[in-house]
Nanobody, 116 residues
């Protein structure tokens, strides 16, 4: 079993920055992909950014150039640096991890609110 513990998030004005982190813990697991999803009120959960264990990344088009995902494999931790935040980035952000066997895990979610 894998537990994902998120930290970061909060309230920021438009144009500001926030950072999120997520640490995976447990025993006997191997994480292949980690990433961040978000869900705004009334909308479906969507992928924000993902990163493989080898460092390959992918981003949602709306965050390219503003958000940066990174990962520390030794610590099983994934980070999301969010710059030039916009009100439309406001959402509940979820950490996601997929094991080498394809099992998916989710964090509890952390709120990001961007005021205009």
């Amino acid at each position: 079993q894998v537990q994902l513990v998120e930290s970061g998030g909060g309230l920021v004005q438009a144009g500001g920055s926030l950072s999120l982190s997520c640490a995976a813990s447990g025993s006997g697991f191997s994480i292949s992909v980690m990433g961040w999803y978000r869900q705004a009120p009334g909308k479906q959960r969507e992928l924000v950014a993902g990163i493989t264990s080898s460092g390959s990344t992918n981003y949602q088009d709306s965050v390219k150039g503003r958000f940066t995902i990174s990962r520390d494999n030794a610590k099983n931790t994934v980070y999301l640096q969010m710059n030039s935040l916009k009100p439309e980035d406001t959402a509940l952000y979820y950490c996601h991890a997929k094991s080498g066997t394809g099992v998916r895990y989710w964090g509890q979610g952390t709120q990001v609110t961007v005021s205009s």
